[in-house]
C-alpha cells in the first residue's frame, strides 16, 4: 500500500542550527510529495512540493528534493529561527483519480534562543 | 490565510447528539476534502467531493456524511457521537480533482470534543 514514514520527534536544535527531517514513502505509481507545517493552534499550511523524481521544492529557506532511488523527499533548512518550531508533515499523493493526500506521522521541531 | 474556512472554530458537545461542520472552500476550486486529525490515528482522509459529486471515500464512519453544495461550500455531519470522536477536523480545498499540479489548501480546522 501506500504509506509515508517520517522521523520521530520531537528533534529539539539551537537556533541557526541545521536541520533535517527525515521522511521516506512507499508508493504504488507516481507520486506527488508535500511537506505542510502546523504552526501551535493553527491549521496546515503548504510549506513546499515535487511533483517528480528529482524535481526540488522550496520556500522560506527549506527544501526538500524528491529522490525516487531512495523513495525518500528529506525536509532540511540551513539555519533554523525560533520562529520555525512547529510540526512537519510529510504527505503523497498518488495522481490518476485517487486524490488524497496520504500524511507521515509528523515531527515536532523545536527551536531554542 | 489560505483561503478556506471553516466554522465553527470550536464546538463542545455530548455522547450521542448530532453536529454540522462548514467548509468554504477557496474561491474558484471545485475540489473539497475533509480531513480528521487525533491523536492516536493521526492525520486521515475522510471523503472528497468535486463539483458536487463524491470522488473518494477514506476511512469515514457510517455515522458520518458530507455533501458539497451547488455553491461549492460543504458540510460534514457528525452523528451519534462518541468520546472516541474528539479530534480536530480540516477541510482542504483544490482547484480541480487531481494531476500534478493539483495542490490542496487546508483551512484553520475545527476542533470538536465529545464529553
Known amino acids: 500500500g501506500n504509506s509515508v514514514t517520517q522521523m520521530e520527534g520531537p528533534v529539539t536544535l539551537s537556533e541557526e542550527a541545521f536541520l533535517t527531517i527525515n521522511c521516506t514513502y512507499t508508493?504504488?505509481?507516481?507520486?506527488?510529495l508535500f511537506w505542510y507545517v502546523q504552526y501551535p493552534g493553527e491549521g496546515l499550511q503548504l510549506l513546499l512540493k515535487?511533483?517528480?523524481?528529482?524535481d526540488k521544492g522550496s520556500n522560506k529557506g527549506f527544501e526538500a528534493t524528491y529522490r525516487k532511488e531512495t523513495t525518500s523527499f528529506h525536509l532540511e533548512k540551513g539555519s533554523v529561527q525560533v520562529s520555525d518550531s512547529a510540526v512537519y508533515f510529510c504527505?503523497?499523493?498518488?495522481?490518476?483519480?485517487?486524490?488524497?493526500?496520504?500524511f507521515g506521522a509528523g515531527t515536532r521541531l523545536a527551536v531554542h534562543p | 490565510d489560505s483561503g478556506v474556512t471553516q466554522t465553527p472554530k470550536h464546538l463542545i458537545t455530548a455522547t450521542g447528539q448530532r453536529v454540522t461542520l462548514r467548509c468554504s472552500p477557496r474561491?474558484?476550486?471545485?475540489?473539497v476534502y475533509w480531513y480528521q486529525q487525533s491523536l492516536d490515528q493521526g492525520l486521515q482522509f475522510l471523503i472528497h467531493?468535486?463539483?458536487?459529486?463524491?470522488?473518494a471515500k477514506g476511512n469515514i464512519l457510517e455515522r458520518f456524511s458530507a455533501q458539497q453544495f451547488p455553491d461549492l461550500h460543504s458540510e460534514l455531519n457528525l452523528s451519534s457521537l462518541e468520546l472516541g470522536d474528539s479530534a480536530l477536523y480540516f477541510c482542504?480545498?483544490?482547484?480541480?480533482?487531481?494531476?500534478?499540479?493539483?495542490?490542496?489548501?487546508f483551512g484553520p480546522g475545527t476542533r470538536l470534543t465529545v464529553l
Open positions: 482542504a480545498s483544490s482547484a480541480v480533482a487531481g494531476g500534478g499540479t493539483d495542490t490542496q489548501y
Open positions: 508508493a504504488t505509481g507516481y507520486p506527488s
Open positions: 515535487a511533483t517528480k523524481a528529482d
Open positions: 504527505a503523497l499523493r498518488i495522481s490518476g483519480g485517487y486524490n488524497k493526500l496520504i
Open positions: 474561491s474558484g476550486d471545485l475540489s
Open positions: 467531493y468535486y463539483n458536487g459529486e463524491e470522488r
